[in-house]
């Protein structure tokens, strides 16, 4: 079973109206190639749920200001302002969560539990309308599951079967969203045979990815870059 | 060496860490601190993703993939670790992390801190601060006293969004050197060039004057 297609290929499964989980802190581990596809691609009235939404006119920056998003999940849309400017004028709809709450709720979603109780945020005008519970004398709030229709993350390594390996600062989002969506495309610098990773080393075991797509965009010493 | 304000807040924060410590730096003055610490003595965690980061010590070192929590490259100390955004929090919240150096907008009496949102304005990043405020064992405000066009910090309570419920341990600005003493501040040093009246005109919240201070 060779799960290796063409970014044209895998950018098929977004559908309009889908909710898209997509990795990256900034562009660093973003599936650059992935969202160049998705520029491409005709899919409106997304869900994107990510850290930053890139930065502004970058990385998902670019499908944003193609209007293809209708609501954003993330933690810190400060480094594309276009994001906070898109809200106040009523043009999408975003959830700001705190970034640990965003990537537990995440791994919730991937580990088949509906919901947790954190302290994180308690008392504070993110948790205004959240179930509270007092614990141990101490205010916690209740967090429900996030899950997404398609997972695009972006990891170093990948075998044919799908087994991920991540490189360095780049692993961030990617690990816990590829558990987190009903299909996910894994974009990977390097593709190697079955047996070639240790399998101490993988991260990411293949049952969670459905496709692995080469990368054709990388963040470099030079900025981003289009392979030859 | 001659320091400028922020620097002068940074090694003041650095005095505060114990050998040993894991610490998490904020984004701004926070990330000065690396440069008044003796990086063998501490483990510096960054939420999004490594425990042992250092500052960049050559161009050769440079790896556009290896980044902070500001999303400014870094290097990696000998014996570092990478793990995933959920770990990293786990950590986090976990009470894994000694001292967390933030930035802050407003510190108020009640030891909250505001440093996420300012009403009417495009800001919507919040990050990780709620989280660090809910499990570092020790939470340290460095921030300059007054803001540039003179707004006071220090209030008697926040007006713009509050980050947590909890109150922070200790305030470093420019001017003094506040610690939260049976739930009260105490100022427990004038900075060099600075004076209790300085102090006191820039200060809106109430706080105590340490005895040894004369």
């Known amino acids: 079973m060779d799960k290796l297609k063409t970014a044209k290929e895998a950018i098929q499964q977004v559908q309009t109206g889908n909710t898209v989980m997509v990795g990256g802190f900034g562009l660093v581990g973003a599936p650059l190639t992935m969202i160049e596809e998705l520029t491409k691609h005709e899919a409106y009235d997304l869900t994107i749920v990510s850290n930053n939404v890139g930065e502004e006119g970058k990385g998902l920056g670019k499908v944003l200001r193609q209007g293809k998003i209708k609501k954003a999940i993330g933690s810190y849309f400060t480094s594309n302002r276009e994001v906070g400017t898109l809200y106040n004028e009523g043009k999408i709809d975003v ?134 | 060496m001659n320091l400028d304000k922020r620097e002068i807040i940074a090694k003041r924060a650095a005095e505060e860490l114990k050998p040993g410590s894991i610490i998490n730096l904020g984004i701004g003055i926070p990330t000065l601190v690396t440069k008044f610490i003796n990086p063998d003595d501490f483990f510096i965690h960054t939420e999004n993703g490594l425990l042992g980061m250092k500052e960049l010590e050559s161009d050769e070192e440079f790896d556009p993939l290896i980044v902070n929590a500001g999303k400014m490259a870094v290097g990696e100390e000998i014996g570092a670790s990478y793990f995933d955004s959920a770990t990293s929090f786990s950590m986090i919240r976990g009470g894994h992390v000694d001292v967390a150096i933030l930035g802050a907008l407003q510190v108020d009496e009640n030891g909250q801190i505001a440093n996420w949102a300012i009403p009417g304005k495009n800001i919507l990043g919040v990050g990780g601060a709620m989280d660090l405020l809910s499990g570092a064992k020790k939470v340290i405000v460095s921030i300059t006293h007054t803001a540039k066009d003179g707004r006071i910090k220090l209030v008697k309570e926040c007006d713009y969004p509050i980050t947590s419920l909890r109150a922070v341990d200790a305030i470093v600005t420019d001017l003094g050197f506040f610690e939260r003493v049976d739930h009260e501040w105490v100022l427990k040093e004038i900075m060099p060039n600075s004076s209790l009246e300085e102090i006191t005109k820039n200060t809106e919240f109430h706080f105590k004057v340490d005895q040894d201070i004369n």
């Open chain 1, 95 to 228: 959830q700001l969560v705190p970034q640990g709450t965003f990537s537990e709720s995440i791994r919730a979603g991937g580990a088949g539990i509906g919901g947790y109780y954190t302290k994180t945020g308690a008392g504070t005008k993110l948790a205004e309308g959240k179930e509270e519970k007092i614990m141990n004398g101490e205010k916690y709030v209740l967090e429900e599951a996030i899950k997404g229709n398609v997972a695009i993350i972006k990891a170093d390594k990948a075998d044919t079967l799908g087994n991920l390996q991540y490189y360095k600062t780049a692993r961030n989002f990617n690990p816990v969203m590829a558990t987190a969506a009903d299909f996910v495309i894994a974009e990977v610098d390097e593709i190697v045979d079955v047996g070639e990773l240790d399998p101490e080393s993988i991260v990411t075991p293949h049952l969670y990815v459905d496709v692995v797509v080469r990368s054709r965009y990388q963040l470099t010493k030079e900025g981003v870059v289009e392979l030859g």
